[in-house]
């Protein structure tokens, strides 16, 4: 297990490295279409994983959040000519209290009640901004959006967004690790595997789940900021039902149980669809046959497959070597199939709260 | 316990499989980034040899207009293959690349072509905002050249131009010209409503039918915007004035039948008049009850199917022997996107390939180039924006009984303000949904 550790730490290095250095020996290109885009679409998947995997709220309302703050940015800096940082509070202000209306109205509901839910108001939003001409300029939307210069530091070079891209994301990520480990993260994954229990103890259910589907809303903001900095406009197509799918795809692709999943799915996601293109015109099928296999063989995504690689590994090394086996594999064996049984012989202790299921216990609720 | 050991190997069977999969998946994924066309995902380095030029093509592969993007590159192949594949010693290679008509994908795309893909110029994009997009993404490159496809928004080369961006094709404004005149003195409408759908495109091809309509002393007495892929204009039908002559309308896909006939169902009697995309084969099969109906609609658009100038003949033969499983006729993408990469070809041949120092040479004689297109003359205006040849064409039977667009009249040399001085035209602002305005 020591040797686990240390490979484990080892990787962790060896991957801060590699994100901190990608701009020197990569092309430009590069860093902006896979670095960049694979961030901020990955924070904005991190807000849905966030919700879905520790809220038990699977949300198709992020990418409409991420167009609140867009636009609001798009149109108080290029319309109105304000200066960024009215720009980016405001767009956040507004990003989350849109959340928090969201929220108020689909908290009552679940599963795929709430999916709908929060599928009819980011179809409102789409449509609003198609068709307003006085704020969101309706289909063409809001071009000649621009980073700033803060001090010396020149936000459109392309090198520079890629660091404050990193920055970001790498703060919303471990922000999010710590929270789900706080009283209110528990007390989330706590309503989301048994609601009625958590509300018998004393918590206040609803209370619960629109702080974190507005804390979400905040995240899905900032993506939405470095986004729309990023293609330097915001239109109804950066925020249409493709767009609100794709979310889903990444955070599906990478593991809907772990942080980690938002950005290695996202950036999946965006090197198929960039080079796919390059051998086949039917780049969508392939994201689409990586979905199904996922979905079909590997429930906890990408990640949960590295996991299930590293974990057969040493399993059979450890059989090989004819070690004692450790305490942790006497556990009974679980029935197949059921993901959440069959991680949970294996994960180390500093992962006792990592969720491995995704599936809140939605079967015995629904009426 | 027996059975319980058997589960465990079931598991461990199971794992490998998914191993292997995933192993797969993963591979299909990294063969992507290990071989890009062209190769090295080393920094920078130019992947074009000296015997080699690139050239880049953006159509929409995917979403609403994944047809029209299909036909748009075989006006590109057709360009090429009209070059023997190559300028001088050095051999063409194309590379292509697909958006789905939204500008933030649109942006990707021309940023791979250009930076990953390392093509030397780029043809594209499809629709009116992409155009916009990629315009602005031209101003960031300004060593490389960049050709519309048949974006026809008029802001992109009229307002904010980029000075290595050429639109070798008309815009959507300048494929009205002629209809407005021709629909109020030979067809005799007066008085008209407008249905479109509510984006730039249409504002500008609405722009352009007013201009000429108003000026000859027609009224656009209402204007009805619709989004995008609407299907029902039950709402739009009731509200349509009865005491007009006839309504303009604008609409893309099957949208036009299908007013069309909940607008007769309904009792309306006004005549229609079409927009550029309005008059398509989906309107020219119609049979039954609409058939009178459509018969004797005027449209106007930069090409006439049925021209019988023999450059446009010997094009239209072209094209379905290069492409027999291509449209019955090349489509006006496969025109527009033919135009300007024979407009790049040409201009190539005539720098011999020299792509030296920031291809300043290509520019230079692109900013003059002076060509036949299969529809006429093209040569650009100061804003690198065409001044081509416009058709006013009406839907008229063979003696088979099938419709056709018959070509009525030919707009010679059509200008992107419409023959009005640039500085006035400028002062009627951004078209958009109340302007122009003639009431």
Redesign the interface.
Known sequence: MTILRVARIACLIAIVLFLLTFPL??????V??IGI?SLFLGIVALSLIFLAGYGGMVSLAQMTLYGASGYLLAILTVTYNLPWFVGVIAGLLFSTLLAAIFALISVRSQGIYFIMITLAEAMLVF?YA??D?IFTN????I??VQAPTVGSLVLTDPTTFYYMTLLIAALVYLGLRYLVRSPFGLALQGIRDNAQRMQSLGFYVYAHRVAAFTLAGLIAGIAGILGTWY???I?P??I?L?RTINILVIAVLGGLSYFEGAFIGAT?FV??T??????T?R??T?IGL?LL??AL??PDG?VG?SR??VQ?ITRTTVWRGRVPIPLSSHKP?P??GNSRT?ASDSVAEDEQFMIVSVKPEEEEKQP | MKSRIRIVVRRRWLHKLMLLIGLLALLTACGGTSTPSGGGLSSGTPASSSNEIRIGALATLAGPFAVDGQDALRGVKLAIAEFGGKIGNKSITLVTESSDATPAVARNAARKLVQQDNVDLMIGPLSGDEGLAVRDYAKTQPGKVFLNGSSAAQDTTLRNPAPNFYRFATDGVQWMAGLGTYVYNAQGYKRVAILAEDYSFPYSQVAGFMLEFCKAGGHVVKKFWVPIGTTDYSSVVSAIPTNIDAIYVALGGSGSINFLKQYVQFGGKAKLIGGTVTVDQTVLSTKGPLYQRVLGVASASPIADNNPDSAWQQFVHAYKAMFPDGFPSPSLFAYTYYVNAKAALLALKQVNGDLSNGEARLKEVLNTLQFDTPTGPVKLDHNRQAIANNFVTVVNKQPNGTLFNKLVQVVPNVNQTLGVPEDQFLQLGEFNRDNPSCP
Do not use: I, W
């Open positions: 020996f990569a092309s430009q290109f590069l902006v279409q885009q449509y198609d068709q001409r309706g289909h063409t939307g071009n000649g293609d330097g406009a239109s197509g950066s249409d493709t999946f090197v198929v960039t080079y796919a293109s390059s051998f015109d780049f969508n392939l990586a296999a996922v063989f590997f990408l497959l299930k690689t057969l064996v029935a197949p069959v």
